[in-house]
């Protein structure tokens, strides 16, 4: 009897031990495939991108500083798509983005150079930040970036005219919510105001429109739109489908030159900081400056001091970053909330709720609250990175308080957001 009793459980739970070995040894396989493939898709993008010589770059470190600009060229577009994008014909070299990303493990921060930004060039020209890559390539505009603001710049990645608008295509087009409505003839944009999918040739456009307000307006927008391809980029329909993402990097491969130094360590902490991007948590700037007229009547931005270089000296540092929310800390999926309404506009709380959860959130009540001037997030204590989530993701402004008395982060809409 005690024989068959010792018996017994090594009969019922080898089996289990064994079958235990067979699941891990498959997950092991599985996670070691998707290492392999992952690997694999990285260098695959690498080998498809454009590589240029660039002269002035600091030797990689941390903060990384990024030069990231927009090319108004119109040399990579046929006659057909000038007309098609309103472009106009080619006026030569020009940067009509100029952007230093600036990268810590998992933060990351933007800082606009407005085009029309008066310095002192490479050569020791003086005119428009934007027409220094014709007085000598990327590495005209990398020295005139460092002179201006004491910033190391590590590397630059560039992107084309006509290749922007082919990458949008290539993941299905970009979701941006508007609050008003958008048209620019000489844009080529005639955009109504809620959300809707931007293809290809209407991005173009958005990021371009200058006319209906201000060059800071424009930037804000671009840094808005960067944001938006960015979380399309990492969505999971556009990394999981095969089909997508292939055409993604064949159409990144022909839109995009880096510099020749950038290699596989630092193109991975450029797509973590993009992924700071695609979640909100990226703190964005804008150097400041002040308009002024040329004695020719031109209209140009002369520096903002002490200004400027205070926010210089905060990139260059790193300190910058304090402003941006750890990655991945504040995930939408991960955040549930409740939207109450006290605008005193009916159907406000439905609608902000509907977007949010186009966003990512879990809206797990809709109600009333009583009458408030200003819209704003209440957390509870400890959820202060989600607060700070739902506020960037409201738009206009909202307050933020920790509140002991909320279980949820709860957005209470006041009547700044009734207009």
Sequence with gaps: MSVDQSWGPTVTTAPRRRGLRRVLRVLLVLLLLIVVLVVAVALWAMTRLDRQPVDGLAA???????????SDSREDLTPEERVELTTGSDVGERTDTIMVMTIDRGRVALLSFPRDLWVTRCDGSTGRINAAVQRGGPSCLVTTVRALSGLEIHHHVGVTFGGFRDVVDAVGGVELCLDDPIADRDAGIDLPAGCQVLDGADALGFVRVRKIDDDFARMQRQQEFLTALAREVAAPSTLL?????????????????????LGPIDLARIAWGARGLADGSAAT???????RITSGGAWVLDLSQPEADALFARFRSGSVLADAIDAGASDPREITLRVLNGSGVSGLAGRTADVLEARGYEVVEIGNAA???????????GRQAAGERLSRDVPGSAALEESATVDHVTLVLGRDQGG
């Design 285 to 291: 700037y804008t150097v400041p400056g002040t308009p």
């Design 60 to 70: 990689s470190s941390r903060p990384l500083h990024v030069l990231i600009t927009g």
């Design 241 to 261: 489908n095969p089909v997508r993402l292939t055409r993604l990097i064949n159409e990144t491969g022909q839109a995009v030159s880096v510099d020749r130094r």
């Design 371 to 381: 009458p408030v001037e200003r819209t704003v997030v209440r957390y509870p204590p």
